[in-house]
């Protein structure tokens, strides 16, 4: 079997805007969490990563023409921009790693995932139309403009789906009602229809079919554009909502940071965003493994990327309660009050071994040796017992590890109540002895990118011979939890532990992936 290593890793999280601001911020105990106020003041603490694109800029000047810089600045959103970051950065450990990949050709794949999407993308154009439609609906229910409604006026006698007036509704739900009144008469305005047929004439407009089609084609755009004006001072008319979209809308869809990657990177091979909620970057992990154990990849560049936290993020765990609200930090294996949300991404270059090294490429942390996966079948929220033991048990099956030969292990837990359920969990399968961190409490729960921190986390301190503390305090651990296992990191950091590591990751709706790691020989 093809044995598998990392040559190159990036991140962008919370206080840490590259990998190196990463390792350092490790050695601390401190939580990296910060208000929020995303709903102005706000009882919330998140991880809001630290980001700045023009960092890169010298980097993608030198590859790409000038435009390129402002076209990713003004279409990609956060995401996009946060994968384009941790995959420059992973390729700075092995230099010539980058000329590696193109050179690969189809043979160098990209997995770059996320967990909700471009949500705060989303939620700008959403608003951008919703604005943009009120105005227009206000425009064409107006009597002067709406025969329809001046007619209505002198009968008022009753219509099919005819809204209550909004005068009538009592002033917490009178938006709502505008809404309802002002969009139920612009359907019905004749002037529309008016407007509406002038503007599907010069949409009709069509490219000649004699002639160069590329500056046929320009000119109807032209002509297009200057008749619309036209038509728009004639009615005085607001911008119609159609034209509120941006384009963006489609630029941000869930492969987008792939095949930025791709793109920036000139990988040529096999695309695509794996999704799986929090346990995605365990199961791209997985993907990448199969792939060069397959012999179909010798490359994959696997990452996770998640936008900073906004209020819909926010608003949506605090009402499925799993967040923290109280305005301190939430440490999991502690009071069980929730998590924190985060944004960020990270990018790991894996690669075959053999084909790496014989290269000249150094592996970098641990030797990733198996990934199980496996799905609870069973609620959208609570894991189950059996699907995340399944996980452990195919993951250690695989890498030939036994229970006696895992020295330390990296939870999922969130700071709920499941805490406990994941403790025993593991110590139904595991022994006394192994030592446990839990991580969210430093940097937050990034939905896709928070297991890749976390098991980044666990190679970095393999590498340099320690495990990084946490913030958790022995005092505070949750006594029912100390009753099931003792042997956890708090505040200060220890020595790494001989053996094999584990991290697990259980994502919403049961998607559960084990990580099973050892040193390099």
């Known amino acids: 079997m093809r044995r598998v290593g990392i040559f190159g890793w990036g991140v962008v999280a919370p206080r840490s805007p590259n990998i190196e601001a990463f390792a350092k911020n490790l050695e601390s105990s401190e939580t990296w969490l910060t208000p929020f106020n995303g709903f102005g003041p706000d009882n919330f603490l998140v991880g809001t990563p630290t980001f700045n ?5 010298p980097w993608i000047d030198e590859r790409f023409p000038a435009n390129r810089f ?16 941790a995959f420059i950065q992973s390729l700075s ?82 938006d709502k009602a505008e809404d309802d009144w002002w969009h139920f008469w612009a359907g019905r305005s004749p002037e529309l229809r008016e407007y509406l047929e002038e503007l599907r004439e010069i949409e009709a407009i069509g490219v000649p079919d004699e002639g160069d089609v590329e500056s046929a084609k320009l000119a109807v755009i032209k002509e297009k554009r200057t008749r ?10 607001p911008e119609p909502p159609w034209n509120a979209v941006s384009s963006n809308v489609l630029w941000n869809i869930h492969n987008t ?16 965003a794996p999704v799986a909620a929090c346990s995605s970057f365990g199961y791209g992990l997985k993907l990448a493994m199969n792939s060069i154990r397959l012999g179909e990849a010798k490359a994959v560049v696997l990452g996770m990327t998640d936008a900073a936290p906004n209020p819909l993020v926010v ?43 014989q290269k000249g490429f150094k ?36 890498a030939g590890c036994q229970p006696q030969d895992v020295g330390s292990w990296d939870l999922h837990a969130t700071a709920t109540p499941g805490d406990f359920l994941e403790v025993q969990n593991l110590r139904d ?51 029912q939890i100390a009753k099931v296992h003792g042997r956890f990191v708090f505040n200060k950091e220890e020595a790494a532990p001989e053996g094999c590591s584990g991290k697990l990751s259980m994502g919403v709706g049961g998607i559960n992936a084990c990580i099973i790691s050892r040193p390099w020989k």
């Open 53 to 57: 694109l023009a960092d890169y800029k």
């Open 70 to 85: 402002s076209q990713l600045e003004r279409k990609m959103g956060q995401p996009t921009q946060y994968a384009i970051g």
């Open 93 to 174: 450990q092995n230099p010539g790693i980058e000329k590696e990949l193109q050179s690969l050709g189809t043979k160098a794949h990209v997995y770059v995932g996320t967990g909700l999407g471009d949500l705060p993308t989303i939620q700008n154009i959403s608003l951008d139309l919703y604005r943009a439609q009120r105005r227009w609906d206000r425009f064409w229910a107006s009597p002067e403009r709406n025969g329809a409604v001046r007619q209505w006026r002198e009968t008022r006698e009753p219509l099919p789906g005819l809204p209550p007036e909004p005068s009538t509704i009592e002033e917490v739900e009178r």
């Open 228 to 237: 619309n004006a036209r038509l728009q001072k004639k009615w005085s008319a």
């Open 257 to 272: 940071p792939a095949s930025q990657v791709s793109m920036l990177g000139q990988i040529t091979g096999m695309t695509f």
């Open 315 to 357: 608003g949506g765990f605090y009402n499925a309660r799993v967040i923290s609200a109280d305005a301190a930090v939430s440490k999991p294996l502690t009071a069980l009050r929730g998590t924190h949300i985060a944004g960020g991404a990270v990018v790991w270059v894996v690669g075959d071994y053999e084909h790496f090294t």
């Open 363 to 398: 592996a970098l942390g641990l030797e990733p040796v198996a990934v199980g996966v496996t799905a609870d079948a069973d609620h959208i929220i609570t894991p189950s017992k059996e699907g995340p033991t399944l996980a452990i048990r195919e993951a250690l099956g695989a």
């Open 429 to 479: 399968v595991l022994p006394e002895s192994v030592l446990i961190t839990a991580r969210k409490g430093t940097f937050g729960h990034g939905m896709s990118a928070g297991g890749g921190w976390e098991l980044t986390a666990q190679y970095l301190g393999a590498e340099a011979g320690k495990v990084y503390p946490t913030p958790l305090a022995a005092p505070e651990l949750n006594k």
